[in-house]
């Protein structure tokens, strides 16, 4: 059995003991391992942030039943086939994104992730700085090795977003929504941002790097003057003086990406798109888009099945637009 794994197994021991001493002897009669690989499996829970006491006559316990946000917390909240099993957990890191990237170079596998409690350089898209502050958000990025061409990853972005506004849809926030193509708003400002990457040949995908994040325990004072009119989090959107446990949000955010990723390759970037208008803060309205070719303002009309935006302007005229930057505020 791997160090990893009974790792986890010794927590699972250790919660459903609900706060009792939980013998040494027991430990290693259930795990198969000897004492001393017991005291080693503790230190790894106590790095991750889990309170332990020791008792020479009576065992270990558990004192505290919050869940630190770390690699064994996550993953005990997974159901998911490969997503998140090979999972990499960061006190710090330039960026999620470019630690993957290396890790995809070196042959890491599909639903490989990486997660980070702080970002130094956290980046979104177009180049953008992403705030990414420690102790405050979900700042994720998930491998995959699809069998696409590289005309077809845009769906993936799609997707992705599809991903996020499912797991946020139990909250019931108000105002909550994708923005096309794949920024997630509420009331109109920004709470999630999601960058993908790609490494392609001519007419095959080698990987795609999924970079997610999402604001969750910001308050006002966590934002830069700048940005507040902007930015917003979980915490200030739901108006309840209660902190969001970040573990859990992060393993309900693996298990829908596995979910819709499985779904998507199965149906096509049709059903995503489908799913995607379920949350569509964008369609139906005037909008300006940002893109290579310049700016436009017209009427979102509507998504193809391939995540193109059908946009039509102020002169009657229809365009079909593969990425850009959309606008809703000005207008």
């Not at 105002?175 to 001519?202: F, Q, Y």
Request: with cysteine; charged share 25%; hydrophobic share 40%.
């Amino acid at each position: 059995m791997t160090h990893k794994d009974t790792s986890k197994e010794m927590l699972a021991i250790l919660q459903k003991a609900s706060g009792n001493y939980v013998s040494g002897e027991y430990l290693s009669q259930c795990l198969g391992i000897t004492r001393a690989a017991i005291w080693k499996r503790m230190a790894v829970l106590k790095k991750e942030g889990f309170v332990i006491e020791a008792s020479t006559r009576k065992g270990y316990r558990l004192c505290e039943q919050t869940r630190p946000y770390g690699r064994l917390s996550v993953q005990q909240g997974l159901v998911t086939r490969s997503f998140g099993r090979e999972l990499k957990f960061l006190e710090t890191v330039d960026s999620t994104n470019n630690y993957l990237k290396q890790m995809a170079y070196e042959g890491a596998p599909e639903g490989t992730v990486v997660l980070a409690d702080e970002q130094t350089a956290g980046r979104g898209r177009l180049g953008r700085s992403f705030l990414s502050s420690p102790g405050k958000g979900i700042w994720m990025s998930l491998l995959l090795r699809p069998e696409l061409h590289p005309s077809q990853v845009h769906s993936l972005t799609l997707a992705a977003s599809v991903a996020v506004a499912r797991v946020l849809e139990p909250l019931n926030i108000p105002g909550c929504g994708i923005k096309w193509p794949n920024d997630i708003l509420i009331g109109g400002k920004k709470v999630c941002g999601i960058l993908t990457e790609m490494s392609a040949e001519m007419d095959r995908v080698a990987w795609v790097i999924i970079g997610i994040g999402l604001n969750v325990n910001h308050t006002a004072q966590d934002f830069p003057e700048d940005l507040k009119e902007l930015a917003t989090s979980l915490y200030l959107s739901r108006g309840i003086d209660e902190f969001l446990e970040r573990s859990s949000l992060a393993a309900n955010m693996i298990n829908q990406l596995e979910e819709i990723y499985l779904n998507y390759l199965e149906k096509g970037s049709s059903w995503v798109v489908e799913q995607w208008k379920k949350y569509n803060l964008t369609l139906g309205k005037r909008v300006r888009l940002i893109s290579t070719a310049g700016e436009m303002v017209g009427c979102a009309e509507d998504l193809l099945p391939d995540g193109r935006l059908i946009l039509v302007d102020d002169s009657r005229q229809r365009h079909e637009v593969l990425s850009g930057e959309i606008s809703l505020r000005e207008l």
